[in-house]
């Protein structure tokens, strides 16, 4: 988390920064600060978000040609001035942002206290810094010489860009674990955690890799690794458009990004699934095929929205593979033991590509010989270039920190996978197939159909948006579709919520039950339908309040409810991709009728990157 730009070349860096960093705040929003240089370094920060940063600099000399700016997700020292980024080092000739956390950070302060340095912060990353002009000042050298001998005892992850006073011309950074692109202009360079600070000055970039060092001036570009020997950048083209960062029109991105989800669901089936054809063409699969469909387990490793994606993909692999499926957190899986045997794939799932659990899990399981899967949303991240294979979501940015179409974009890539892993081992005949197939065709329209009852959604939120609980309870595939929207719910609208197996409530949370309590269903109709129908008598026997999203023609639950959502009828494996939309937008209205910001909830952040 934290989000990082800088620039360096004829334009004015300060507006590039700002607009880099506004762009950037769903990675962290807890303060912002930026380091210019132009005749001496002006460091300039503030608690709160990047637009209370604009409006304490109102009047400012930010004249700069050169220059870093940070907005924050706080680790390490609360939220407030003293700690937001840019630090300065003791001697006020270095400034430096920092992405990550500094594990050895304690250890590094108490020999630099020992020295005589004093702290402004409480931060690890500026204990890191004057640990870097501590090296220089002893050895005489150059910054980046001193960088590399800092680098190689820290312990941790990072993405740090200094400034140098005395080197106005150049801007040098290093990274591990945390996300940089270095976006290539004329006679300029961008640096940011993300493209979408870069896209509308440059398409050209160049990711940067752990363990490099970038040195960066107007003109010229120099990447090396911790050995000081050279590496050639190499350039990528960005198939990226402005618009596909931009609010066009809606007051929230969540808000935009639930009601894409039509397209963002046809983007990740065009090219790939063709009905007439019957076929389904991923070349991440097809290239793979015999490891992925001789796979003793498929262990699918996850964190947040992308492991309930994980939770589906299980019984959908389950069900038309018959291989054995675990669905892992990642943060678990990394501190674990697990046993990885021969023949066992590991499937990641991460919309940002750069969740730095995921991706130490990746690291552990390829240790231990695993092939590793990767179904990524952001192209060029860091899961997708250290997996062996994978597919792409294609649901364009996802700003909302609350995922919404990066999940039914997960959630159609794994079920394609599925399928056509089921082909391959004959595990499914050719009319379910079919049926399958024609099923997911259908999506877009589906979502579209649910999106037309959004007025009826907000009044809905409008109705519960008080309750101070909720649970939300389904079976089967509908079950970790009950999980995303308990968990859709508490992240953007603070109010406290559940999700259950439907069966499973009756070992404890019936106990909360009580006619202040809304109980949503995910009530879809499948082969559990009559059991779920037992469990809403239950819980309205109870006096709790349901509200159940169910399918065209339902009879019964309509009678018991207090409240439907009546969704398009679909395969009970397809169900997931419909259900999930009308509890995103519930908790969406709901988030936004009690006045909070639904893009940027509070202490969340959109990219974990750190553990
Ligand atoms: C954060 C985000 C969630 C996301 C999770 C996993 O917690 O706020 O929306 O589901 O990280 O992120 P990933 O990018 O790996 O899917």
Known sequence: MCGIV??????????????????????GYDSAGVALLNHGLKIYKKKGKVADLEESLIGKDLQANAGIGHTRWATHGEPNDRNAHPHSSASGKLAMIHNGIIENYAQLKVELTKKGY??????????????????????????EEALRIALKRVVGAYVIVLLDREHPDTIIAARKGSPLVIGIGKGEHFLASDASPIIEYTKEVVYVNDYELAIIKRDELILKNLGNEKITPYIQKLDLELTAIEKGGYDFFMLKEIFEQPDTIFDCLRGRLDVTKGTITMAGVQNNIEQLK????????????????????EYVIEELCRIPVEVEYASEFRYRNPVIQKGDVILAISQSGETADTIVAIERAKEQGAFIFGVVNVVGSSIARISNAGAYTHAGPEIGVASTKAFTAQLVVLTMIALKLAMEKKTIDQDRYTHLINELHNVPEKVREVLQAHQYIQELAEKYKNAKDALYLGRGYNFPVALEGALKLKEISYIHAEGYPAAEMKHGPIALVDESLPVVFVATRDSYHEKIVSNIQEIKARKGKVIAVISEGDEIIPKLANDVIVVPEADELIAPMIGTIPLQLLACYIGIAKGYDVDKPRNLAKSVTVE
């Open 6 to 27: 800088a620039y360096i070349g004829p334009r004015e860096a300060y507006p590039i920064i700002l607009k880099g960093l506004k762009r950037l705040e769903y990675r």
């Open 294 to 313: 001789n796979a003793n387990r498929i262990i699918i490793i996850a964190c947040g929205t992308s492991w309930h994606a994980g939770l589906v993909a």
């Open 118 to 143: 004093q702290f402004k912060s409480d931060t690890d990353t500026e204990v890191l810094l004057n640990f870097i002009e501590d090296i220089q000042k002893n050895n005489g050298c150059e910054l």
